[in-house]
């Protein structure tokens, strides 16, 4: 079963931190772009997992848009975006009311990702252990990475970041202009290959970043380990 954990907010000027749905064990979330409204996932008692959609400013409680469903994103046109476990883990999209339902995909997901800022593709990690970018509203699939890997977008889509797993480095690729992907090999990036010969692309030394406004400024973890050598002793 999936950790669950509660959603809160913090004021970084004040540093006081709030319960944004009071009450409620969440296992994933995605914020609405204009910070409006939360779709996210919770597990019941028999570990089956429902999507939830709520208002941030709570003047109505959350309602269920669908069941047996996780890794919620916010998609185009008033759709949300989800992995189906009752349909071989396909991946669907779903009206924000509960309807027009569609598959996105037939075959199954191991792991669905992010939706691109303009709403036109998810990323989605398959069985056969490659990454990619699947059209929402039809298309052919495009390769992001020949093995796994962890791809974002920058909030303004002018930037697709690409995490090596257990590497520690982040592949930052431009995007060109009224595209929504960069432009990346057929099959997709090899990132055992290590360096990466691609137009404009660079690498930065830090993996699980979160990107800020612009590939100079990003959030990352730093984690520092402290021991203590002791001696005891044995008589």
Known sequence: MA????????A??????????SGVSITDYEMSRDEKEVAFTTTDSRGASQIWLAPLDRRTPPREIARDGDHVSFGPDGELVFRSLAENNALVRIKKDGTGRERITTASVLDKFGVSPDGEWVIAFLPGGATIA??????????????????????????LYVEYPGAGKTLTIPVPAAKSLSDLPVAGIDTAAGVV???????????????????????FTKTDLQRNLFRIPLH
Do not use: N, Q
Not at 3 to 10: C, N, Q, T
Not at 12 to 21: E, I, R
């Open 3 to 10: 950790a669950s954990a509660e959603l809160r907010s913090l």
């Open 12 to 21: 970084l000027a004040s540093g006081k931190s709030d319960s944004v749905l």
């Open 134 to 159: 699947v059209p929402i509203h039809g298309g052919a699939a495009r390769g992001i990475c020949v093995a796994r890997c962890f791809p974002t977008w920058s909030s303004d889509g002018r930037f």
């Open 197 to 219: 010969a691609l137009p404009g692309a660079w690498m930065i030394e830090r993996g699980s970043i979160s990107p800020g406004p612009d590939p100079s400024t990003y959030v």
